[in-house]
T-cell receptor, first 114, second 112 residues
């Protein structure tokens, strides 16, 4: 049973437009959610996170939205840039009990076309 | 501040052999986690060590084991390698904000 799902394996957008990456989870015990970005031949790097007590967190061009009732979160990138082309992983954790263990989705490959 | 260092970067082994991977966390980080990534798959959690003790464990067979040393460096061992163990093995360390993990570049293991 996959507890974190990213249903879109790939997404292609034009430079300057908005990129929306989606993620669904099933475990109601998850209370902290993160997005990581991964370039080829590198490890994932932390991008942005959100606690379950919030519904939105913004950092520059990146905004994460959380809908707890739907068990759904999304990452918005505005405006998208070619350098944003990478694999994006959604991850979830139980911050107080399992902080060192994150459950990851399978990733979405974002391609931003110039 | 140096990042997470994993050695070696690439490894080729044959079925039945055993392998040891190494991870040096960011200085000051006491938590080290290991993940397996196979093509088209997300990161599958193997285990986490904190202050030399295994704190969390994923659903992998006992052939996969690990340990952590007093300087927080960690090793992961896979015994009796199988073809399906071919994957990218990622190590991540975290500090006081344990929820955010910092990853190394990974060790790509190929089992022939």
């Amino acid at each position: 049973d996959q507890q974190v799902k990213q249903n879109s394996p790939s997404l292609s957008v034009q430079e300057g437009r908005i990129s929306i990456l989606n993620c669904d989870y099933t475990n109601s015990m998850f209370d902290y959610f993160l997005w990581y970005k991964k370039y080829p031949a590198e490890g994932p790097t932390f991008l942005i996170s959100i606690s379950s007590i919030k519904d939105k967190n913004e950092d520059g061009r990146f905004t994460v939205f959380l809908n707890k009732s739907a068990k759904h979160l999304s990452l918005h990138i505005v405006p998208s840039q070619p350098g944003d082309s990478a694999v994006y992983f959604c991850a979830a954790t139980e911050i107080n009990t399992n902080a060192g263990k994150s459950t990851f989705g399978d990733g979405t490959t974002l391609t931003v076309k110039p | 501040k140096a990042g997470v260092t994993q050695t070696p970067r690439y490894l080729i082994k044959t079925r039945g052999q055993q392998v040891t991977l190494s991870c040096s966390p960011i200085s000051g980080h006491r938590s080290v986690s290991w993940y397996q990534q196979t093509p088209g798959q997300g990161l599958q959690f193997l285990f986490e060590y904190f202050s030399e003790t295994q704190r969390n464990k994923g659903n992998f067979p006992g052939r996969f084991s690990g340990r952590q040393f007093s300087n927080s460096r960690s090793e992961m061992n896979v015994s009796t390698l199988e073809l399906g163990d071919s994957a990218l093995y990622l190590c991540a360390s975290s500090g006081s904000l344990g929820n955010i993990q910092y990853f190394g570049a990974g060790t790509r293991l190929s089992v022939l």
